[in-house]
């Protein structure tokens, strides 16, 4: 029988129709639910190795697409940071039972702050890589935010895959309404966040500023001097696994 690493994706339904992919495994809790970056998808490689460590391990995990990215049905455009957090809460509520821990990659560490912040009461633990909270803000200059007001929308070349890296007017007000750094974050379970300092993404100041907003007294923050923004090397993959295994130990 095919299992998730290897089977088709799943599909659940949102109430306007479009369907979402997912993998799910059975398993001990609380259950990992990994949450990729903008423009990219659950078959990315921390995510595909994160999941076979958890089958191998016996423990719980969900991987998912945002609508109009990956499997899932629907238009990258129309997709807004509001509304891909609405996916996620949508698959937690409708496919898990328990506690989750988050691990979110990029703009998913982002949205996995926004998901802890509606679920409280779900979220055991949250863990980020290279996590971008505000990139609408920091990432972007004043002439791009100008043209984005202007044009409605962003087309620029990206290393990371063969499209170009779109970001629209509406992403972008999305994002700026839910900024985070610049006040108190209320979470208060238990969050690791791994920052390469070497990330021409991210700054690896975000990391420090994200663990000094964060409410919670259980954060730690791991620099690695020459990682990438990705940090998917099997060095990088083998440090996520044991802070995730190390997290999921404690709880």
Same mark, same amino acid.
């Given at each position: 029988m ?10 659940l ?5 479009? /369907?979402?992919?997912? /993998?799910h ?16 998808d ?12 958890a089958?191998?391990?016996? /423990?719980?995990?969900?991987r998912?697409?945002y609508?109009g ?46 998901v ?20 609408t803000q ?13 044009e409605?929308?962003? $087309? $620029? ?15 972008? $007000? ?9 006040g108190?974050?209320a979470?208060?379970?238990p ?7 070497a990330d021409p ?5 975000i ?8 409410r919670?007294?259980?954060v ?8 990438d923004? /990705?940090?998917?090397?099997d ?11 190390t997290?999921?130990?404690s709880?």
């Open positions: 095919p299992d998730a690493l290897s089977a088709p994706p799943a599909y339904a949102r109430p306007d129709g479009l /369907r979402l992919a997912y /993998r495994s059975a398993g001990a809790g609380p259950t990992l639910v990994f949450l990729p970056g903008y423009m990219s659950m078959e990315g490689g921390k995510a595909v190795a994160l999941h076979g460590w089958q191998r391990q016996g /423990r719980a995990m969900l998912l697409d609508a990215n990956g499997a899932s049905e629907g238009r990258f455009a129309d997709g807004t940071l509001a509304s891909w957090r609405d996916d996620v809460l949508l698959l937690i509520d409708r496919l898990v039972d328990g506690p989750v821990v988050l691990v979110g990659s990029s703009m998913g560490g982002w949205l996995a702050l926004l802890a912040l509606a679920r409280p009461e779900r979220v055991a633990g949250l863990i980020g890589i290279a996590a971008a909270p505000d990139f920091w990432g972007f200059t004043d002439a791009d935010k100008a043209l984005l007001r202007t409605g929308r962003i $087309e $620029e070349p990206t290393p990371y895959g063969d499209q170009p890296y779109v970001t629209t007017r509406a992403f972008w $007000e999305s994002g700026q309404a839910l900024r985070l750094l610049e108190e974050i979470i208060d379970c969050v690791r966040l791994l920052q390469g300092q993404d991210v700054p690896w100041d990391a420090l500023r994200t663990a000094a907003q964060l919670s007294s259980d730690q923050t791991l620099l690695i001097k020459d990682g923004h /990705r940090l998917s090397r060095g990088d993959i083998a440090l996520l696994i044991r802070t995730v295994s997290l999921l130990d709880l």
